[in-house]
């Protein structure tokens, strides 16, 4: 059975910093391309970083230079650093796991920015 969990969330303060976690349990984590999605109310997902098995990674433009995506395969988890954090960035993230037609979704952490 797999499972996606992710954890980290919660409410901080414009220009403050969260760290996101998600482990993926039930499949060979170090094959999966990992991937960091975030839904605002009335928006669409987005993706917002992505890590490939081989350690590429790729951002979403409005997160570039303030948000960095690792991954630590012995411990089957991938970790969304966000610093700098605007209003704009509150909505509820997704960890995702991917290879080839696979995919995985976990349940979602809120987080919110406001003062």
């Known amino acids: 059975q797999v499972q996606v969990v992710e954890s980290g969330g919660g409410l901080v303060r414009p220009g403050g910093s969260l760290r996101l976690s998600c482990t993926a349990s039930g499949i060979i984590f170090r094959l999966y391309t990992m991937g960091w999605y975030r839904q605002a109310p009335g928006k669409q997902r987005e993706l917002v970083a992505a890590?490939?098995?081989?350690?590429?990674?790729n951002y979403a433009d409005s997160v570039k230079g303030r948000f960095t995506i690792s991954r630590d395969n012995s411990e089957k988890t991938v970790y969304l650093q966000m610093n700098i954090l605007k209003p704009d960035d509150t909505a509820v993230y997704y960890c995702?796991?991917?290879?080839?037609?696979?995919?995985?979704w976990g349940q979602g952490t809120q987080v919110t920015v406001s003062s």
């Open positions: 995702n796991a991917a290879r080839s037609v696979l995919t995985y």
């Open positions: 890590i490939t098995a081989g350690g590429s990674t």
